[in-house]
């Protein structure tokens, strides 16, 4: 095998990869997206749901109250496992994936060099990296959220000794 055809093995074998993980990046994207709105939509269903029972029927306040006590529990849930925001880190990854797969196919000469081809591999692990850090920060979910900080007698919120 030739240089110049090693090299256009190369190429392809990146493009396909990155094409690869920007389809299945794009479908979690979506389905993060529509679990979301899908959890929203069941959320005022339920308080719907209780308020027109509650008025309208004489459904025991048990039932009521149970359909009720879904609608924070299910807006909780979505709002902590943070769909919409990870919807859009998949978006955004999917986009870059899919620039670097252009920047592979139809921006680099028509024999690349091996220097160019392997910057858009490098580019294509900082993507992965940065990516990755930005999940950790903000996306990732966090027991701490759940926990309040412990006070002392006399303390307030904040820190503060109560006069």
Known sequence: MTLSQELERRRETLA????????KTRRRARWNHRTSMALMVLSVLCSATAAGLGFFTTQSSRLVGGIAILT??????????????????????????????????YELPEQPAA???ADVSKAYDALNVAMQREWDS???????????????????????TAK
């Open 115 to 117: 220097d160019q081809i």
């Open 16 to 23: 396909a990869i990155l094409e690869g993980h920007a389809i």
């Open 138 to 160: 903000t996306l990732s979910f966090h027991w701490t959220g759940l926990s309040r900080p412990e006070m002392g007698v006399g303390t307030q919120a904040g820190g503060a």
């Open 72 to 105: 924070p529990l299910i807006a909780y849930v979505a709002v902590n496992l943070k769909l919409e925001g990870k919807a859009s880190w998949h978006h955004r990854k999917s986009n870059a994936l899919y620039a670097l797969s252009s920047r592979l196919r």
